[in-house]
């Protein structure tokens, strides 16, 4: 029994039973053919635009990251080239993150996201 409770072993076992009772549950789906979501013009204008400053955000940090990049090529220093593409790299995650969020709740507000049934 102290094996059990040696290195989160317990807690690893529960895991593994709760998700084997809960796949033997059925699920069950709405029929229609799209999500309608209704909210308010003001909700859907600032999601927008916390989507675009998530955007704006992410380019500058790019942007940053080049910049950050380009002197440390001028002074010969690795710590700073590797500083600049690590900043570059994850300005393009941002953008990219921003991105398919605003893909996303653009489509959800068309209407044009569909589940199949």
């Known amino acids: 029994m102290k094996k059990l409770f ?3 072993m317990l807690g690893k076992i ?3 039973a709760g998700t084997v009772v809960l796949m033997g ?3 069950f789906a709405a029929g229609s053919q799209a999500f309608n979501l209704t909210m308010p013009k003001a909700v859907q204008d600032l999601l927008f635009f916390m989507f675009s400053a998530l ?3 992410g380019a500058a940090v790019v942007i940053f990251g080049a910049t950050q990049m380009g002197f440390a090529f001028k002074s010969d220093d ?3 080239k590797a500083k ?3 900043s570059m790299i994850a300005g393009a995650i941002v953008v990219a993150v921003g991105l398919g969020a605003q893909a996303f709740f653009n489509s959800i507000v068309q209407g044009q996201l569909t589940v199949s049934n």
Do not use: S
């Open 6 to 8: 040696r290195k989160g």
């Open 14 to 16: 529960a895991t593994m």
């Open 25 to 27: 549950l059925p699920t």
């Open 55 to 57: 955007i704006w955000i």
């Open 78 to 80: 690795a710590d700073g």
């Open 84 to 86: 600049g593409m690590r």
